[in-house]
């Protein structure tokens, strides 16, 4: 019988689950702050490149900057405006006007002295310009869905082994304290032996209309071949690059289920310690995806409105965005965006931390350090190839048996679905050469 835990445990509970969080945070405090007289010298500061600079990067890369054994050197990016905004940022920081910008990310590539990239294109490019990356001698942090098919992602996990390259998945809840804690409930036997995850994802959605031609605007404003890259030609409307490009087949991942399953099902493998592996079974449902593993757990990966709807009832809505809910036979946790935890039986509660020290799901402060200090010690990040490629092939095979409208199944070592040809042909797409 467990004894109840004492406070001097919850405690520690804390401390452990948001050791990586409070590390990365007295990494970005500066050094006189803490009465620190050493900073880093800059011969030892890791030089970093930037492909792609929108919202998403822009949220990625204030959070980098503020490392001082880091030093943004250099931006491409295919439009102008962008281009200059990303600049504006990095030099503003800096104080100065050093940072670099190309049109075309392979000059970027081409310098020996940058040491990382950070990846956050569109969806479509991320595995592309990823695997040029390593294959020029770059780390890489990827924004996700790090590849938008199935091949994609085997190709960019086998290309980041061969090449021997530090990857770091942009699935930041990984290093998120209160994700962490949930994980830990479940690999403690505190919830019983584990039956059943839920992964909220949104409704998924199947587009491949085009919108209206427009004129083609100068290239080096937006050079609309590299933007397009490996995905088909389509001829130029500014909605595209502005956003709207999202939910249209050719250009996002999986009918748009990697946009939240991508981190959901990724902490779900993780809390049923299935790194190595990924459900055997997908099959569609009206509200629904129900998967199965072979150990016997159920992943359910549940559609939910944008954000929230009352097609999960079960969800706790106060929770904020990317919810997850693990359920064993003697309780349950849950928890989300919002840094708080719900379990049963509420004895655990007890075992947690003190809530109010929360830090929000989307915070990639401490998981863009793991990547830093991964590249300084050669070790595995927490988000490294195999877990990207295990997760994100699991969300692409549930996206397929939704698109199919039948039950799948797959087969986790060979990475195919049996008995299923015309499944198996949508593991990948025909990629547009872009180079010419």
């Known amino acids: 019988m467990s004894t109840r835990p004492t406070t001097s445990r919850r405690d520690f509970l804390w401390e452990t689950a948001a050791a990586t969080a409070a590390a990365s945070l007295a990494s970005v405090v500066p050094a006189h702050v803490l009465g620190q007289e050493r900073t ?12 792609g600079i929108g919202p998403r990067c822009t949220y990625d890369l204030k959070s980098m900057l503020q490392f001082t054994d880091v030093r943004c050197v250099a ?3 295919v439009q102008s405006s962008r281009r200059a905004a990303g600049k504006s940022l990095v030099d503003g920081h800096y104080g100065n006007q050093d940072c670099v910008v190309y049109r075309d990310f392979r000059e970027l590539l081409d310098r020996k002295d940058i040491d990382a990239v950070l990846v956050a294109t569109g969806d479509r490019w991320h595995a592309a310009a990823s695997i040029l990356a390593a294959q020029a001698g770059k780390d890489v942090y990827s924004e996700k869905p790090c590849g938008i098919t199935i091949a994609d ?19 930041q809840r990984r290093s998120v304290p209160n994700f962490q804690q949930a994980v830990d409930l479940v690999h403690r036997g505190r919830l019983g032996k584990l039956h059943t995850l839920h992964a909220s994802v949104y409704i998924p959605v199947l587009d491949n209309t085009w919108l209206p031609s427009q004129p083609q605007p100068p290239r080096d404003v937006v050079d609309w071949n590299l933007w397009l890259g490996p995905a088909a030609w389509r001829p130029f409307n500014q909605k595209y690059v502005d956003g709207g490009w999202r939910g249209q087949w050719d250009f ?10 991508a981190h959901t099902v990724d902490l779900c493998q993780w809390a049923n310690q299935a790194d190595d592996t990924m459900p055997v079974e997908y099959e569609p449902t009206e509200k629904n995806i129900v998967c199965r593993y072979a150990n016997g757990v159920k992943l359910v990966i549940d559609f939910l409105a944008e954000p929230f709807g009352d097609r999960s009832p079960h969800y706790i809505t106060r929770l904020g965005t990317c919810p997850v809910r693990f359920v064993g036979e003697d309780g349950w946790v849950e928890t989300g965006d919002s840094g708080e935890i719900v379990v049963q039986p ?7 931390p003190d809530q109010q020290k929360r830090v929000r799901g989307l915070d990639v402060t401490a998981h863009s350090r793991n990547f830093f200090d991964c590249i300084r010690t050669r070790g595995t990040t927490a988000a490294n190839p195999v877990v990207m490629r295990r997760s994100h092939i699991a969300c692409h095979a549930a996206a397929i048996a939704w698109i199919l409208q039948r039950k799948l199944q ?3 070592v060979k990475e195919e679905f049996v008995g299923d040809d015309e499944a198996n042909r949508l593991r990948s797409r025909a990629a547009r050469d872009w180079t010419v």
């Open 153 to 171: 992602c085997q190709t960019l996990a086998d290309t980041m082994r061969d090449e021997g390259r530090v990857f770091q998945a942009g699935t």
């Open 410 to 412: 797959l087969d986790p």
């Open 346 to 352: 509420e004895a655990l509660q007890r075992e947690l």
């Open 40 to 51: 880093t010298a800059p011969s030892d500061k890791i030089a970093l490149g930037v492909i």
């Open 252 to 261: 996002d991942s999986g009918a748009r289920l990697l946009d939240w399953g």
């Open 75 to 77: 931006i491409a990016e």
